[in-house]
């Protein structure tokens, strides 16, 4: 959630930011129940405290006026307290609701307006035609869409052969890139309760959009960032302990894939992948540099395997919606013809951190303030392979990988 103490004191400067992320948010509307609860707080508390005077005066000063007082007050409390626990639900449904404030320097617009800013490596020329990971894999049989149709329904993908190896050959390079710069591993669960998807950000704004247990109060999750931003959830850290970084390799499921039309055919857009997150939570003041870490840890596995890619810094409109910046590495990709992102690194500032309570102290007697977290994709291991297959097929439908890959994969099984 966003800050509305600097939206009261910086009002047309955060209306203005929210609006180039989100145009058609309500934010006057925001604005309006935050002065009507705390009004209403301001009533309630006054009303409170004029009934604690009465109630001191003690059992041998009551008057039948001060009893009839009492009693008058009581009930104004009492209707006051209910009108504010209505507006304080309805201040929190839209607030919820709210976007992060974007960072002032970002470009303003949509996907039009995302601004690159770095690109590694050049395209791959080929001497025959390019073919795409679904015609590669026709004969190389790396995955199978068919079998897990009929297993588990559309979009969802069964890895075999080769393609099994390459998924855990990838992860181990992964994991171990990760734990060499800072981030330590994890294994959380992948199913969690709503408040998780509440604090992460997920919540409200993308119900539907995840897959819950029908009559359980569990959910499957959509990425590990869930997990990590509840992992310190209601805790104060002390400042010695930051910056804390996590990594984690799990499956994410997601109920949104497969309506993207015929573009993103294949294993783009699935149901089920699996992928590396990092995570990091920090003081205010290093986010921004936490942040440009993440990035070159995730750029690491490419230049291993030789990928070309590029970095655009996302315009306000596609940025996440927890998001206050966020930098997309995006990977060539021969048999689509465009660059598809691989990894989505964020910064988030106090946004997760306020929903989950997640704070600091600078030393034990310091009032506690909140951490800024950060998240970013180690890479989407269903597009890396797609990467893979396309920029490194041969004229015979074979694919050559990469030395520093195969050697990973020959120390599999």
């Known amino acids: 959630m966003i800050d509305l103490a600097r939206l009261r004191e910086h009002t047309q400067e955060v209306k203005d930011l929210i609006l180039r992320k989100e145009p058609t948010f309500p934010i006057d509307e925001l604005l309006a129940f935050d002065h009507k609860a705390r009004a209403l707080r301001s009533d309630v508390e006054i009303v409170r405290k004029q009934k604690n005077d009465l109630a001191a005066v003690g059992p ?40 992060n404030i974007p960072q002032a320097d970002i470009p303003i617009g949509n996907k039009e307006a995302n601004k690159p800013i770095k690109t590694v490596g050049s395209k791959p020329s080929f001497s025959f035609p390019i073919k795409h990971h679904l015609e590669l894999n026709e004969k190389l049989q790396w995955f199978d869409m068919e079998t897990a149709a009929r297993m588990s329904g559309s979009q969802f993908v ?8 390459v998924i855990y050959a990838l992860t181990r390079l992964m994991l171990r890139n990760n734990a060499q710069n ?8 992948y199913l969690v309760h709503e ?53 984690a390799w799990t499956s994410c499921f997601r109920s949104e894939a497969g309506g993207y039309g015929a573009t993103e055919r294949g294993i783009i857009r699935i149901h089920q992948f699996e992928k590396v997150e990092l995570y990091a939570i920090c003081p205010p003041d290093e986010s921004n540099q936490e942040l440009d870490r993440m990035v070159a840890c995730a750029e690491n596995i490419l230049q291993m395997l030789g990928l070309h890619y590029q970095i655009s810094l996302l315009a306000t409109q596609d940025c996440s919606f927890p998001s206050a910046r966020t930098l997309d590495i995006e990977v060539w990709l021969p048999g689509q013809n465009r660059y598809y992102e691989v990894s989505s690194c964020s910064n988030c500032t106090d946004f997760q951190a306020r929903r989950a309570q997640i704070r600091y102290r600078q030393h034990p007697d310091a009032k506690p303030q909140l951490v800024h977290t950060l998240n970013a994709s180690s890479l989407a291991l269903p597009r890396l392979m797609i990467a893979l297959m396309e920029n490194y097929q041969q004229a015979d439908g074979s694919v050559v990988l990469p030395k520093v890959l195969q050697d990973e994969m020959d120390n599999l099984w």
Request: a negative charge.
């Open 60 to 99: 041998q000063g009551i008057t039948p006026e001060i009893r009839e007082q009492s009693i008058a007050l009581g009930k104004d409390l009492k209707a006051k307290e209910l009108a504010l626990e209505e507006i304080d639900k309805e201040l929190m449904a839209i607030w919820l609701r709210c976007p």
């Open 158 to 165: 069964f890895y075999k052969t080769q393609g099994t190896k």
């Open 182 to 189: 800072g981030f330590q591993p994890v294994l959380p669960p």
């Open 195 to 247: 408040k998780a998807l509440y604090n992460a950000g997920n919540l409200p704004k993308f119900a539907g959009d995840y897959y819950k247990i029908e009559g359980e109060e569990l959910c499957l999750i959509p990425t590990a960032e869930v997990n990590l931003t509840n992992l310190h959830a209601g805790q104060i850290l002390p400042q010695d302990q930051l910056p804390m970084r996590y990594t």
